[in-house]
Structures are given as C-alpha cells and as structure tokens.
C-alpha cells in the first residue's frame, strides 16, 4: 500500500520526501557523483554554522535571487554542477522548503524525484506502508506534487486515481510540469531554463538518499530566533 501525504500528517512507516526543484535533484546528483552525505539546512546562517564542524571537506551550496551567498562554493545548480568533482565531500545545502517538509521524530525517511525515479522504484517496491510526501506540504510544490503522481502510478498501477496521478495525466510532459510550476517559472526568469530540462531527465542517478542524522541547533545557544534541524542524507544501499 502506498499514500500520499499532502497535509504534512507525522507517519510512522517508510516515508518519501519527494522535491525535484529546487534542491531534491541536486541533492540526488550530489551523492551520485560521490559525495559522502548531504546535509539540508533551513537557512545560511545555520549552514555556516555546520559548514564549521564539518571541516575542510565541508561544501556550501546555496542561493538568492540566483547568486550563492558570501562564502559558499556554488549555488543549487543541476547545470554547474553536473560533472563536478564532489568525492568525498560533505555538502551542505540551504533548502528551507526541503528541510520542512520533514516532521521530528520520523525516522526512515527517503528522498525520490525524476532524476532517481529509477533506482528509487527498485528499492522502494518492498517497503510497506510507504508513504509518499511532496515538499512543501501542507502547501506542495506542483513539481514535486507531479512528481509523486510519477512514482505513485508506477508502485500501484492498479490503484483508483488520486489528485497527484491526476495532476500527473494533465502534464504527460515531465518538462512541461516543471516549466509550468511556480519554482520552474522562477528558474525561467532568470534564464535558466537548462535547469529544468536536467530535473526533467528520469533515472539517470543511480542513488536513493536516506536519512541518516537529524542534528539540533537550539536557539539560545546559536543566537537563532527558534531552534532549527539540519538533516544529514547518505546514499542507500538496500
């Protein structure tokens, strides 16, 4: 059985955190390339702070209004980053949509999108009780709504429609999907419309992230105005 959760409702089971733009297929492309764990963090200041413990091999990547913020290595580019070398690295992206979408205590928690649709169905067909989250929930992203239809249509192909595999009939065009949300729009006003056509592109990693550390930065202790969570994701091998 499998459910897709669009009210950021706490689960139990296996969860997968679906987000193609703007940072789950970075993430995914990340740990393909060899990079030893992703870290998602809410904000720079929070980023900076775990870049630190990290060590040299920390790897910062972020953006506004296109640009990454002083001090980081790259902003959350498919385009600039495809073919980097990132082995070994400990990178660490500023994801506020991506780092809400995940509700303390859940545990098994994996990260799917097109780019890994592949390996992620082959891995995740055997877990029960799966439950799929679009990021963004309880407001998901059209992209990763379309998503999920994408990897909810292929684990139960039986199953009668729901919204996300209706969404996904109106956009038979995964390309399509992404120019026409709002996150995909954005990347079009600032030119970059490559972007979309690499997070459009099904199965080419190889990798399924997992969960793997949820870390807390109190915010007394921080200076941050609540207390924040970092995830830490590493690729899994089932």
């Known amino acids: ?50 870049a630190e413990s990290l060590g040299k091999e920390a790897f910062l990547l972020g953006e506004a209004e296109g640009f990454p913020p002083e001090g980081f290595h790259g902003r ?23 780092n809400a979408s995940l509700l303390p205590g859940e545990e098994e928690v994996y990260l799917a999108n097109l780019r890994n649709a592949k390996a992620a169905l082959e891995l995740l067909r055997p877990l029960p009780q799966l439950t799929l989250r679009p990021a963004g929930a309880p407001k998901p992203l059209l992209s990763a709504v ?68 949820v870390r807390l930065f109190p915010q007394r202790e921080f200076g941050l105005s609540q207390d924040r969570y970092a995830q830490r994701f590493v690729a899994w091998s089932a």
């Open 146 to 213: 379309v998503a999920a239809g994408f990897l909810q249509r292929r684990l139960q192909p039986e199953a009668p429609p729901t919204l996300t595999t209706a969404l996904l009939k109106a956009f038979p065009d995964p390309q399509e999907a992404l120019f026409q949300s709002p996150e995909g729009q954005a990347l079009h006003k600032e030119g970059r419309t490559e972007e979309l056509a690499r997070a459009s592109l099904i199965g080419v990693d190889p990798v399924v992230p997992r969960l793997a550390e």
């Open 76 to 98: 959350l580019s498919l385009v600039d980053l495809e073919g980097a070398r990132v082995e070994g690295k400990r990178a660490v992206l500023v994801a506020p949509i991506l």
């Open 1 to 50: 059985m499998c459910r897709v959760d669009l009210c950021l409702t706490p689960t139990q089971g296996p969860l997968v955190l679906v987000e193609v733009l703007p940072a789950g297929s970075v993430l995914t492309l990340l740990l393909a390339q060899g990079a030893a764990e992703v870290w998602v963090t809410p904000g720079p200041k929070v980023a900076r702070l775990l």
